[in-house]
């Protein structure tokens, strides 16, 4: 189904929608520009890095940041730092994606996001619709809410999907972010916006 000329906005998502299947899969790029303003996660890991170890050519950012981590930078402390902006609110995008669900038992959002912005979008519209941050995820299969599936700075103890070795066990090693995707996956319709950090090296 064409909008215009330049956007094609698929029958299936359109059905996903009305149906209540859709899943909304975010990334950092739903966080950059005004007036969120918050970095990608190149330019976090340029910013966490502070120019203590440069990135080698071709080297994947996740394992880059596990090179920093080890030369005894305090990469989880910067992370924050550099994404619990005091300034950065949230995008009309933020609002735009949570408004594509009819009601309160149809959200269904995942992102690899660490910053508030989808919570303060979501509490705006629908109050009560439960909040998930990794490793304590629900069943994918039959799982409704927003889901921080790569850690949240909003909850001081959580620890932040970052390093090689953040992803190995987020995806491999104790692997709960791919037991609550594998379902998920199966059942419903997902939609990929922003620039998704990338799954381990």
Request: hydrophobic share 40%; proline share 7%.
């Amino acid at each position: 189904m064409w909008i215009n000329r330049d956007v094609d906005r698929p029958q299936a998502l359109v059905a996903a929608q009305r149906e209540g299947r859709l899943v909304i899969f975010a990334g950092a790029g739903v966080s950059m520009g005004p007036p969120a303003n918050l970095p990608s996660f190149e330019d976090l890991a340029v910013q966490i890095a502070g120019g203590a170890l440069d990135r080698r050519p071709t080297e994947p950012l996740d394992a880059y940041l596990g090179r920093v981590e080890q030369h005894g930078i305090n990469v989880q402390a910067r992370a924050r730092q550099f994404i619990d902006v005091e300034t950065s609110t949230p995008r009309p995008l933020h609002h735009a994606l949570i408004s594509l669900f009819r009601d309160e038992s149809a959200v269904r959002v995942v992102t690899t996001n660490f910053d508030r912005h989808f919570t303060t979008a979501l509490r705006g519209r629908y109050p009560h619709v439960d909040i998930s941050t990794a490793p304590a995820l629900p069943l994918g299969r039959d799982w409704t809410g927003l889901t921080y599936l790569h850690g949240a700075v909003e909850r001081e103890r959580s620890h932040l999907i970052v390093t090689d070795r953040d992803f190995g066990q987020a995806y491999l090693a104790d692997a709960w972010a791919t037991r609550f995707l594998w379902p998920c996956s199966r059942r419903m319709w997902f939609c990929s916006l922003g620039t998704v950090t990338p799954t381990p090296s």
